[in-house]
């Protein structure tokens, strides 16, 4: 069983970073491809990053192309959304969810389960 739990969100200045974690407290990490999405209420949830699950392929959405890093630690089941220049458009709930698909994916229909979200506010 997968059970995601997600953690720094915050509210930020324009310019300024965030790292958001992701923490399973279930078992088999290593056995999901993993990704982050986020929404903003009134729009529908969007694709932000995807990670594989040994770590060695990552996929972007194009509006965080080289602003944001996704990275995880199989050990301490952990996956992180470095989140770099931030702008006043990032800010919505960021999820962070589980994938049993061995090929990234964008779709958020592709990903089975879901943690409850972290929000990140960006003031410009």
């Known amino acids: 069983q997968v059970q995601l739990v997600e953690s720094g969100g915050g509210l930020v200045q324009a310019g300024e970073s965030l790292r958001l974690s992701c923490t399973n407290s279930?078992?088999?990490?290593?056995?999901?491809?993993m990704g982050w999405f986020r929404q903003v209420p009134g729009k529908e949830r969007e694709f932000v990053a995807a990670?594989?699950?040994?770590?060695?392929?990552?996929e972007y959405a194009d509006s965080v192309k080289g602003r944001f890093v996704i990275s995880r630690n199989n050990a301490n089941n952990t996956m992180w959304l470095r989140m770099n220049s931030l702008k006043a458009e990032d800010t919505a709930l960021y999820y962070c969810a589980a994938s049993t698909l061995i090929v990234l994916s964008t779709s958020r229909q592709r990903y089975k389960y879901w943690g409850k979200g972290t929000l990140v506010t960006v003031s410009s």
């Open positions: 990670i594989s699950r040994g770590g060695g392929s990552t």
């Open positions: 279930g078992r088999f990490f290593n056995a999901y491809s």
